[in-house]
């Protein structure tokens, strides 16, 4: 089963995406926040993708990428903003990000992006 992990500061969207990739056979958990995600890896809770959103009070997405990446260099991250710009993007890419995408994200182009990255991953 893939394993991915939802972080965001809007708990009710990652709580959402959870359950909606739950629905579709993903073993999911939600992260308030980069400390929380990083803490959940380091405890043992590997995923296999980490949907991230990019703007978050304390650690942004791209310090937390930099974290996962350092962590566990396998795990793939998707970054999934409504506050996304160019630049952002491609400093994600050259720290391993996966994919970046914009809110609002259709869920079968997710769930699509999330299994191409696991099959990169394998």
Not at 21 to 45: K, P, T, V
Not at 93 to 115: C, E, H, S, T, W
Request: glycine residues 10%.
């Amino acid at each position: 089963m893939i394993k991915v992990m939802v972080v965001d500061d809007e708990m009710d969207f990652a709580d959402t995406l959870k359950e909606r990739l739950i629905l579709r056979g993903y073993d999911c958990i939600a992260a308030c926040g980069a400390e929380r995600a990083i803490a959940h890896i380091e405890a043992g809770w590997v995923p296999d993708v980490v949907l991230l959103d990019l703007k978050m009070p304390g650690l942004d997405g791209i310090e937390t990428l930099e974290l996962i990446k350092q962590h566990s260099p396998s795990i793939e991250v998707i970054i999934v903003t409504g506050h996304g710009s160019t630049a952002s993007g491609i400093d994600g890419m050259q720290k391993g990000l996966f994919d970046y995408l914009m809110k609002p994200v259709d869920i079968d182009f997710l769930v699509g992006r999330i299994n191409e990255a696991v099959g990169q991953q394998r």
